[in-house]
T-cell receptor
């Protein structure tokens, strides 16, 4: 059973649209959740962390956590071509688990 | 802004050779990690390190791997006898707290021939 599951995509959205990325996880004891962005050939960079149920907003990004349903999502508003990257969902348990990532392309 | 640094950026080695990958974590961080990412695949956890000892390791981290903090700033990953399948990008990361945000270095691309 995979600890973290993401739809690998690719997901394509037009510039200015909302991109919605989803992630489910198996360990109910997980407490810390993270979204990272990874450009091709580069290291993951943190977008947001979320620890409690509900929404957390930071600029154009909103993370949503639902521990009862074991999912965490990321919404990107007003998507820009520079948002085109792979988005990694991660959670912290005994180890730090990454999903396989969702490839997002924002079409100008 | 503090950042994690890694050297070298690229390493080419022959199968069976030993390699040492180096990392300098963010200075006030206490928890250190190594990950690898095979081309086109997901980021995989290798090992976490705290208080001069391994706190967690994955199945990938077998006897050919070792980690060390030889001084107050460096954190190293040694692969004793490299195999072709060790070819990957290796990322170092550090965090202030055990379940806190991890900040990644730029990676070392290892190619085993």
């Amino acid at each position: 059973q995979k600890e973290v599951e993401q739809n690998s995509g690719p997901l394509s959205v037009p510039e200015g649209a909302i991109a919605s990325l989803n992630c489910t996880y198996s360990d109910r004891g997980s407490q810390s959740f993270f979204w990272y962005r990874q450009y091709s050939g580069k290291s993951p960079e943190l977008i947001m962390s979320i620890y409690s149920n509900g929404d957390k907003e930071d600029g154009r990004f909103t993370a949503q956590l639902n521990k009862a349903s074991q999912y965490v999502s990321l919404l990107i508003r007003d998507s820009q071509p520079s948002d085109s990257a792979t988005y990694l969902c991660a959670l912290s348990g005994n180890q730090f688990y990454f999903g396989t990532g969702t490839s997002l392309t924002v079409i100008p | 802004e503090p950042e994690v640094t890694q050297t070298p950026s690229h390493q080419v080695t022959q199968m069976g050779q030993e390699v040492i990958l180096r990392c300098v974590p963010i200075s006030n961080h206490l928890y250190f990690y190594w990950y690898r990412q095979i081309l086109g695949q997901k980021v995989e956890f290798l090992v976490s390190f705290y208080n001069n000892e391994i706190s967690e390791k994955s199945e990938i981290f077998d006897d050919q791997f070792s980690v060390e903090r030889p001084d107050g700033s460096n954190f190293t990953l040694k692969i004793r006898s490299t195999k072709l399948e060790d070819s990957a990008m290796y990322f170092c990361a550090s965090s202030e707290m055990s379940s806190g945000t991890q900040y990644f270095g730029p990676g070392t691309r290892l190619l085993v021939l």
